[in-house]
């Protein structure tokens, strides 16, 4: 009927304790960590023919931050989604034409992180101090942008980018 529509599925537990997110080992012996129920299906994620026509996921938040139950805590930022929504807008889909299943297959290949148009210039002031550093800067000067396996380019930046996020820590 041209509708579009989006549920997230699954048994996903509310747990007994509210800090208890899931990600590390607990007592098994005590029973405070048990599993007290599920989310109910009817306030599981859902979406239905929202603005602007289109839902785009990909691995970002399915909740904001007053949704009452823990589902993840580790989501993608945003930034994959929000390419997937450039790239569809850069081919012009509206709700008329739509996209054709061939741009849809660009965008599923597509292999431009999003985060390397933000820090691409920040890492263009690092000045290197070593050999190693120099050439890392020397791949990430000359790369075109785009993550295919061969890429010595996006290597050097998801290097540079692993070693600053590490350094924050």
């Known amino acids: 009927d041209g509708h579009i529509g ?3 599925p699954g048994y996903i537990p509310v747990r007994s304790d509210p800090a208890d997110r899931g ?28 603005e602007p026509g289109r839902i785009v996921t ?3 938040a399915a909740v904001d931050a007053d949704y009452p139950y823990f589902i993840a805590q580790e989501w993608d930022p945003g930034d994959r989604a929000q ?15 739509g996209i054709t299943v061939g741009e849809l297959g660009q965008i599923q290949m597509d292999d431009v992180p999003l985060r390397s148009v933000v820090m691409r210039p920040v ?5 290197p101090t ?16 785009s993550c295919d396996a061969s890429s010595l380019g996006c290597a050097a ?9 590490g350094s924050r820590r």
């Open 6 to 8: 989006y549920q997230l």
């Open 23 to 50: 990600d590390r080992p607990v007592r098994g012996d005590d029973g405070s960590h048990e599993w007290v129920e599920r989310i109910p299906f009817d306030d599981l994620p859902w979406q239905f023919d929202p």
């Open 58 to 60: 990909a691995n970002n």
């Open 83 to 97: 390419r997937i929504t450039d790239l569809i807008d850069t081919l012009g889909a509206n709700e008329t034409t």
């Open 123 to 127: 890492l263009r002031d690092i000045i």
């Open 130 to 145: 070593t050999e190693d550093g120099a050439t890392i800067d020397q791949r990430i000067r000359g790369w075109d942008g």
């Open 157 to 165: 930046w998801s290097a540079a980018v692993w070693q600053i996020r």
